[in-house]
């Protein structure tokens, strides 16, 4: 039985003033809760939130990082440098990296290597846009996202990442999919890694859904036998609306 695990993406909003309060009152308030959370925040944040999280079980994560160990790559950050600032954990292929950044299956693979190299756990997003959905191509793409993205991953390796389900259409929409749209997709992704590691494996990856997952409709999403966990974007800027998600 995997453990319900709720993670915050904070995407670019928070000081770290904003960000300190909210992980001071996240620690009071999940000091005794019994289940996985995870904080993304920016990235100026991470090691002041980090600090105040230390001994919760709130983990941290970051949204994003470079696949180089170092060296002249103006701008970006190293999986040595998450991993320093208090790091367990990194988002990989976000839709909005894919999208406004340009990042495809071949680039979120190596980041994904690199993380594991590194000892950070990857939260891996994979997901289809609307138009992919209503063309019926929504399992090609996630085949596609899933075989690409954790090519060369060892079934060791697998044990350690997160996938996080995120269909395009649905994030910071208000549009949510179904619970039923999603166990499908969860279904068929424990599937796809099951033919490639193994069935025994796949049965214990975390599989979180993203897409405007709110208050209301989180608990009829975590009824669902493959739904693991959330991915949370706007709903998790604030904690009393963050705490009911947690608290399903
Ligand atoms: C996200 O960005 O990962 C996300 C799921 O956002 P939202 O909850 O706002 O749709």
Known sequence: MIKPLIAANWKMNKTIAEAEDFAMQAK???????????????????YAVGKILKGSPVHLAAQNMHWAEKGAF????SAAMLVDAGCDY?????????????????????????ALKSNLKPIFCIGETLEERESEKTFDILRQQLQQGLNNISSDDIRHCIIA?????????????????????????????????????SDNIPILYGGS???????????????????????????ESFAKIVGF
């Open 28 to 46: 009071k308030k999940f000091a005794a809760i019994g289940r996985d959370i995870i904080f993304a925040p920016p990235y100026t944040a991470l």
């Open 74 to 77: 103006t701008g970006e950050v």
């Open 90 to 114: 990194v988002i990989i292929g976000h839709s909005e990296r894919r999208t406004i950044f340009s990042e495809d299956n071949r680039l979120i693979n190596q980041k994904v290597v690199v």
């Open 165 to 201: 389900y995120e269909p395009v259409w649905a994030i910071g929409t208000g549009r949510t999919a179904t619970p039923e749209q999603v166990e499908k997709a969860h279904s068929f992704t424990r599937k796809v890694i099951g033919n490639l590691h193994g069935a025994a494996i």
């Open 213 to 239: 997952v709110n208050p209301e409709n989180v608990s009829g999403l975590m009824s669902q036998r493959n739904i693991n966990g959330a991915l949370v974007g706007g709903a998790s800027l604030d904690i």
